[in-house]
T-cell receptor, first 113, second 112 residues
């Protein structure tokens, strides 16, 4: 069964600290993995997208890694800011079919001053 | 570009009423997706279109739900009759390919 599991479910850290969010998936065949940031009351916004051949991609203070062998991805946030408080959703797509899009349940990140 | 536009942003209706949600995708995007998000189930893909043609509607929960895309700049998601369990945030997203997606602000639907 195609699944995407994210951990932790929620996380609270102090402003300025780093954190890492995890995503494990069983989607096969694999096409790409995306990380989205969703602020409260808004639609998700894409942070990174990685295909099978990519193992790291950065977007400012956000760095995503992908290990296609172990089917694991992580999103590392450096020097967190209050505006990083949001839900982070891992999305895995199966090969060549938009309908095989599996969403993780998200990690709720709260940044405390 | 203004991004994906959805209307209304909030909708409150009584059980049994018809509800129509609207979406204007980003110009030039060939793909349009409808999602539903709830606390219990997270984000779920309901249906997607490619060049105005419905490709996969296997996520549509039941016959009470229907979606149309009469042209490249407009799509609707209709629920008739609505039920309290349909209460959720409904997102529309568009994409130039079938991978990178741009989400609208969502419509928060409450059915009482």
């Amino acid at each position: 069964k195609n699944q995407v599991e994210q951990s932790p479910q929620s996380l609270i850290i102090l402003e300025g600290k780093n954190c890492t969010l995890q995503c494990n998936y069983t989607v096969s065949p694999f096409s790409n993995l995306r990380w989205y940031k969703q602020d409260t009351g808004r639609g998700p916004v894409s942070l990174t997208i990685m295909t099978f051949s990519e193992n790291t991609k950065s977007n400012g203070r956000y760095t995503a890694t992908l290990d296609a062998d172990t089917k694991q991805s992580s999103l590392h946030i450096t020097a967190s800011q209050l505006s990083d408080s949001a839900s982070y959703i891992c999305v895995v797509s199966g090969y060549s079919s938009a309908s095989k899009i599996i969403f993780g349940s998200g990690t709720r990140l709260s940044i405390r001053p | 570009d203004a991004g994906v536009i959805q209307s209304p942003r909030h909708e409150v209706t009584e059980m049994g009423q018809e509800v129509t949600l609207r979406c204007k995708p980003i110009s030039g995007h060939d793909y349009l997706f409808w999602y539903r998000q709830t606390m219990m189930r997270g984000l779920e893909l309901l249906i997607y279109f490619n060049n105005n043609v419905p490709i996969d509607d296997s996520g549509m929960p039941e016959d009470r739900f229907s979606a149309k895309m009469p042209n490249a700049s407009f799509s609707t998601l209709k629920i008739q009759p609505s039920e309290p369990r349909d209460s959720a945030v409904y997102f529309c997203a568009s994409s130039p390919t079938n991978h990178e997606q741009y989400f609208g602000p969502g419509t928060r639907l409450t059915v009482t």
